[in-house]
């Protein structure tokens, strides 16, 4: 039988190398064409590698850690092998329900089918898959369906913990160390792939390599920083009103399935701002010396990850409702924790938001995020007593910066826009004259 070569195909916009994260597949193997047969982690996002035909797995190429080029062969394969598409009708459902708990979720709801049930056999029957493959209306990632593979937990009986139920890596660990939930198959004998290796260690430290998703961020901080000449301005916000209003919309918003958070009235504030400050939404094309003004509102913000700082931009913010932006936000952030953000997803932004609130922090001088001319940072809530009336009462008050790029803004101009920035998220109810 013939064996072919599947190289690493075109993973994207400007990418043209990435690090393999883990194999999804191992020699002796059937596979199909578009089955996922990687991940792979490239300066942008991880994401998932197909294979272009379809045979039995004969050898895995690289190593988890090594750094692949597009073009670069992945894995051989074996053609002219029984694959699900010429099994028998048992052989090939049970194929299929297998494949498709490694694919990504993408909806939820319908009936359950159902798939023959394998067994041990001396005479050449089917082997009983052990842990049970994970039911199609189980949400989780590949990575995480593989790690409880190779843990022997039942992903069918764990409750996720993620976005709508989703089974994260946490729940999988969390569901091995319990006990609970663990097939018969014995004990684990082989560690998870993602655990991360030293290249060496020597006393009391340890090395790692810097690459990756956190070597693209080490190199745009540091250009930004280097290009940019950064100014802060910092000031409160009385945001008594917010917290009532956000309270008041809370139920119904739980009833649409939507979590509202404080960053889409934060949002909505900002674009009416904007509209006054124009330079705000601008950017300065090094290469020609230019001033690029953009007249559309595409909102980026920072979400904190296991694989670093990422920042997902909502296109066209300025379009939509505070309810839809904040399903946006909470499925933009879940997708960039999962690593699955698109490269499109990524893009685009005209302006950038940090939430470092959620985390703690009172004050910060946050990096703006090149080629952008400024970036908002939002910080924690405070109760504080105040005279309000000649009376004394509580308030929350939350702290806002502004950094700014002075090669296009001056400190009064960021004064100014900062002022009317408070103005309009103290007092929510006049972000509706300023809607259109």
Same mark, same amino acid.
């Given at each position: ?15 043209? /190398?990435?690090?393999?994260? %883990? ?26 590698? #197909? ?11 690289? %190593?988890?850690?090594?750094?692949? /080029? ?13 694959? @699900?598409?010429?099994?028998? !009708? +048992? ?14 979720? %993408?909806?939820?709801?319908? @009936? !359950?089918?159902?798939? =023959?049930?394998?067994?041990? +056999? ?36 764990? +409750? ?31 560690? #998870?792939?993602?655990?991360?290796? =030293?290249?060496? %260690? ?10 990756? *998703?956190? &070597? &693209? ?22 945001? +008594? ?22 960053? #889409?009235?934060?949002? &909505?504030?900002?674009?009416?701002? *904007? ?20 007249? $559309? ?22 379009? !939509?409702? *505070? ?7 909470? /499925?933009?952030?879940? &997708? ?26 009172? $004050? ?14 939002? $910080?924690?809530?405070?109760?504080? #007593? ?39 998220? /103290? @007092? ?9």
């Amino acid at each position: 039988m013939a064996t072919r070569n599947v190289e690493l195909p075109e993973i994207g916009e400007g990418v043209n /190398e990435g690090e393999l994260v %883990s194999w999804l597949v191992k020699p002796g193997d059937t596979i199909e064409v578009d089955q996922a047969v990687a991940e792979l982690m490239t300066d942008k996002a991880t994401v998932e590698v #197909p294979s272009t035909m379809a045979g039995k797995v004969v050898e895995l190429k690289f %190593s988890e850690g090594d750094t692949i /080029e597009v073009g670069q062969t992945l894995i051989t394969v074996e053609e002219g092998v029984e694959t @699900s598409a010429n099994l028998s !009708k +048992s052989d090939a459902a049970i194929t299929a329900q297998h494949n498709l708990s490694r694919a990504s979720e %993408s909806s939820i709801g319908g @009936s !359950k089918p159902s798939v =023959p049930t394998p067994s041990n +056999s001396n005479g050449g029957g089917l082997i009983a898959i052990n842990p049970p493959p994970a039911d199609i209306h189980v949400l989780a990632t590949p990575s995480t369906r593989r790690l409880a593979r190779e843990t022997n937990v039942d992903i069918n009986q764990i +409750s996720g913990t993620g976005l709508a139920g989703r089974v994260t890596r946490d729940d999988v660990m969390g569901q091995m160390k319990n006990g609970a939930g663990a097939t018969a198959a014995g004990p684990v004998t082989q560690a #998870p792939s993602w655990t991360p290796q =030293p290249v060496f %260690s020597t006393g009391g430290e340890e090395r790692v390599p810097l690459k990756g *998703i956190r &070597k &693209k961020i080490a190199e745009n901080l540091q250009m930004a920083k280097r290009v940019i000449p950064h100014f802060t301005l910092m000031d409160e916000a009385n945001v +008594s009103q917010l917290i009532q209003l956000r309270t008041e919309l809370k139920p119904v918003a739980e009833k649409m399935g939507v979590k509202v958070t404080y960053m #889409p009235f934060v949002m &909505k504030a900002l674009m009416a701002t *904007i509209r006054e400050f124009p330079k705000f939404n601008g950017m300065i094309d090094d290469a020609a010396q230019e001033i690029v003004y953009k007249k $559309y509102f595409n909102i980026g913000f920072a979400a904190d990850t296991p694989n670093g700082l990422l920042v997902p931009v909502i296109k066209n913010a300025d379009q !939509k409702t *505070i309810y839809q932006l904040s399903h946006e936000i909470v /499925e933009l952030a879940q &997708k960039a924790r999962d690593g699955k953000l698109a490269l499109e997803e990524m893009k685009g932004a005209t302006f950038t938001i940090t939430n470092i609130g959620s985390v703690g922090g009172t $004050y910060a001088t946050p990096i703006i995020n090149h080629p952008e001319v400024a970036i908002f940072g939002m $910080y924690k809530i405070q109760e504080r #007593p105040v005279i309000l009336d000649g009376e004394l009462a509580v308030a929350h008050f939350m702290n806002f910066t502004v950094t700014c790029d002075h090669r296009l803004i001056d400190g009064a101009e960021a004064a100014r826009f900062l002022s009317a920035f408070i103005a309009r998220i /103290e @007092s929510p109810g006049r972000l509706m004259m300023d809607m259109i």
